[in-house]
């Protein structure tokens, strides 16, 4: 059993305290002293089969066993009970009756699953289909849950109608004082402490109230004089069955409390479906119908008057719908709605929450159904009081034209620019007055009109804004939709930069002011850098006007002017005024230099950063400045990286061997990363990788030969960025490609190319062997050469990788292929042998 039916199992138990011999010692409105270990066996089955029939929820029921004082400590108590009795009889006799006492009514009476079982009863619930959600009022059940919950704190209804298993709450207080919590038998009676019994079975609350103090007035004689009081109240209420049928979503009989009402129940049921009427729902009770539902009421007003309470054994008939009309467009509910007779268009149109603020409410296009085809009809405003809809008629709603009667648009240098009303004999020079004028930066000399003619072509109209203001010229008589634009001086120029490089804290281009000169723009840079020179700040100006032949080789092109400036920007007389486009540069002082570093990596004494001294400092240099090798140093694998050298060989050649084979690039990049990988375990420190990952421009140097001849040619000259990387002693060759077997061997001054390719089990099938090439520690590369018909291979030297590229996989001929060569071939030898005769 899950946890959730039982905790429902111990919170009825605690509204539940009814059994012989225990309710009379037991006060059901204070759970406070409840004692789960007096408890029996047969007890607790017994509240078990009880809580099967429960008509309230679990929510509620916990609501009400923490308001009584039910202890946490008793629940768990209980809870742990129930569990082992499941473990020791297995599901109980009493809760199998129960179920099969409900499978049973299901199976006669079409019941829905009660209360108790309510996750199983949403499960079954119809999706919503689209035709219902464009039903009005439907949505009011489409977050229906099949379980009703009354709220048990309000106030007793006076027309209540008491039954059988309803609790009375008697309250006297005053002069004498008692509270009394009585069940109604079945018989309809209350038994009244030194009272007596009353007969309540049938009776309103506001009636059973007046027959209460009749006889308690015997008992408590201050109850006529008013010294003494009573209040009569309803607890516990009991269950009834009501059956709904007809077009609902879950038809059948439901367990309900008996303060529910009709909503409540078709809330339960899921509402109507899209085929059920929400206009026509009755309410059967002893073979008469005595309430009609109309659900629009409620939907329009709020109204509740014919959401009478239910009776056991009333039945609520959902009739199918007879007319529905749908409203296309402009209103606020555009949806299907059901129409009784009699009713008008205004009456559909106040359903549907009238038109919308854009709605086209003049006249109204209807397409009915008239058996045979459809018929299309307007609806005019005046006819919207006295047309009555028939079944299955389509309203639809247009909008109003996106479109103005009276706009005039003015754009451009004026200084309220935007739309205007288009007034009676309103001309284009009061348009410009309603802008407040034109703007200082206005183009008065020219604009123009746009207008749209009788056949909405477009016409230009131009006009001078200085003469039209003036009086001059004759004034223009606008029309609708007329679009005035009035251009300003800077629309019709190119905007005025400046352009200012070199040696400034912030280069860049910089907007023209009238005035500007080069002080201006270099301070407005931010000022100078540490390595400008100031003497000799260069000045490019346009050319304009030449006179010169362009076609001469050597035309005039730029004005050049080179300008001293005080390196403090101070006001002199020779301030020099710049002109729009002008292009500044200020260079670099002669013989000012950045300093620039270089790194060396590896097997030396002293590895680290050096800042380069001398533009001619060279390898060997370096060499000295970090103290030397260390034992451990490799100098034949030593490389040299430099990002501003072309690719290295291997690189180049793998290009060149892409461009013939026309191969995948994902096994250029499976090289290449090998080939980083084979770097960085070799001859890479833990702080390098980030550089490694760039591309590898290595320069394959010869380090022996560097520090046997220093300043020679192979000693090359250091540049800013350079590492220079001095591994330790390799004794490892990785082979890799298209082999059998990728390896890693030792290696061995006798050991041969091919060698170490029978080690890696032997060329693969796909192989191309005379494109074999070999990477050394240094990042210099050699490839196979072609000798006659022989393939010379690289020799091997330690921390060198052998690379066999791929095949370019040959495609086969096909029969049409096949047919073709050897038509041709056939045709080759018959022309042959006709020569030869």
């Not at 206005?442 to 109209?461: G, M, N, P, S, T």
């Not at 120029?493 to 080069?518: I, K």
């Not at 030792?746 to 080690?759: G, P, Q, R, T």
């Amino acid at each position: 059993m899950s946890v959730k039916r039982i905790t429902i199992f111990i919170v009825t138990l605690l509204l539940f305290v009814i059994t012989a011999g225990y309710a009379q010692n037991i006060n059901t409105q204070d759970l406070s002293s409840i004692n789960v270990d007096e408890l029996s066996d047969s007890q607790i089955m017994g509240f078990l089969q009880q809580a099967e029939s429960s008509g309230l929820s679990e929510s509620q029921l916990m609501q009400m066993a923490k308001a009584r004082g039910m202890s946490t400590e008793q629940l768990e108590k209980l809870q742990d009970r129930i569990s082992k009795l499941e473990a020791k009889n297995g599901t109980s006799n009493a809760t199998e009756m129960g179920l099969q006492n409900r499978k049973s009514v299901r199976k006669i009476n079409g019941d829905t699953d009660s209360l108790a079982d309510p996750l199983k009863k949403i499960d079954t619930l119809p999706k919503q289909d689209s035709l219902r959600s464009r039903i009005y009022g439907a949505d009011l059940f489409f977050n229906a849950h099949p379980v009703f919950e009354p709220n048990l704190t309000i106030a007793t209804p006076l027309d209540y109608i008491i039954g059988a298993g309803d609790e009375i709450n008697i309250d006297i207080y005053g002069q004498s004082e008692a509270s009394y919590s009585l069940q109604v038998s079945p018989d309809g009676n209350i038994n009244i402490p030194y009272a007596g019994v009353v007969n309540v079975g049938g009776a309103s609350i506001q009636q059973a109230t007046k027959r209460i103090k009749e006889k308690l007035t015997v008992v408590y004689k201050a109850l006529a004089t008013g010294g003494t009081k009573v209040a009569i109240t309803l607890g516990n209420i009991r269950s009834i069955k009501v059956v709904l049928t007809g077009e609902v979503v879950q038809p059948g009989t439901y367990t309900l409390p008996s303060v529910a009402s009709v909503f409540n129940a078709l809330y339960s049921a899921g509402g109507p479906t899209s085929t059920g009427s929400l206009r026509n729902i009755t309410v059967v009770r002893g073979g008469e119908v005595i309430a009609h539902l109309d659900l629009y009421d409620f939907l329009q007003t709020g109204s509740m008057k014919a959401n009478i309470n239910l009776r056991d054994q009333d039945v609520i008939q959902v009739s199918p719908y007879l007319s529905r009309v749908e409203l296309i467009g402009a209103v606020k509910r555009p949806m299907l709605f059901e129409i009784k007779p009699g009713e008008t268009f205004d009456d559909l149109l106040r359903y549907a929450g009238g038109f919308t603020e854009d709605a086209y409410t003049d006249r109204i296009s209807v397409v009915r159904k008239t058996g045979k085809e459809y018929q299309l009809e307007d609806l005019l405003k005046s006819q919207f009081a006295q047309f009555e809809p028939h079944a299955g008629d389509q309203f639809t709603i247009e909008k109003i034209l996106d479109r103005f009667t009276n706009r005039i648009t003015l754009r451009g240098a004026v200084f309220r620019p935007g739309n205007y009303e288009l007034s009676p004999g309103l001309t284009l020079s009061m348009l410009i007055k309603k802008a407040d004028g034109l703007k200082e930066d206005a183009f008065v000399k020219r604009a123009y009109l746009i207008r749209l003619k009788d056949d909405f072509q477009r016409e230009q109209l131009s006009f001078s804004p200085a003469e039209i203001l003036a009086g001059t010229q004759a004034d223009i008589t606008l029309k609708r939709e007329d679009v005035v634009v009035i251009p300003s001086l800077f629309d019709l120029r190119e905007e005025y930069t400046v352009t200012l490089n070199g040696e400034v804290r912030h280069p860049g281009q910089y907007p023209f002011s009238e005035g500007m000169t080069l002080q201006s723009l270099i301070l407005e840079a931010g000022g100078f850098t540490e390595g400008a020179s100031v003497q000799r700040v260069e000045v490019a100006r346009r050319v304009h006007n030449t006179e010169e032949d362009l076609t001469n080789t050597s035309a005039h092109t730029a004005d050049i002017f080179n300008i001293s400036v005080n390196r403090n920007l101070t006001l002199s007389d020779t301030t020099f005024e710049l002109q729009p486009f002008d292009l500044v540069n200020v260079r670099p002082s002669a013989g000012y230099e950045y300093q620039r570093t270089v790194r060396i990596e590896g097997e030396v004494r002293y590895p680290g950063d050096y800042t380069l001294v001398r533009k001619d400092e060279r390898v060997s240099d370096l060499i000295e400045r970090a103290g030397g090798f260390t034992p451990y140093a490799y100098v034949a694998g030593a490389s040299l990286k430099r990002r501003t050298v072309p690719l290295p060989l291997y690189d180049r050649t793998s290009n060149n061997l892409r461009q013939e084979q026309a191969t995948k690039a994902a096994l250029e990049q499976e090289r290449i990363g090998r080939l980083q990988s084979l770097q960085s375990a070799t001859n890479n420190p833990a702080g390098s990788h980030l550089e490694q990952n760039m591309q590898n421009n290595y320069v394959g140097i010869n380090l022996e030969q560097i520090i046997a001849n220093p300043g020679r040619d192979n000693d090359l000259l250091l540049e800013g960025g350079d590492v220079l990387r001095v591994p330790k002693q390799l004794q490892t060759v990785k082979v890799s490609g298209e082999v059998l077997s990728p390896v890693t061997s030792l290696y061995a001054d006798n050991k041969s190319f091919k060698a170490y390719i029978s080690e890696a089990g032997g060329f693969s099938q796909q192989a191309l062997r005379k494109r074999s090439f070999v990477v050394y520690a240094n990042g210099s590369a050699r490839s196979t050469k072609k000798i006659l018909f022989f393939n010379n291979y690289p020799k091997i030297k330690p921390g060198s990788e052998i690379f066999v590229p791929q095949r370019l996989p040959r495609e086969r001929l096909n029969a049409t292929q096949i047919l073709g060569l050897g038509t041709g071939l056939a045709s080759l030898a018959a022309i042959v042998v006709s020569l030869l005769k």
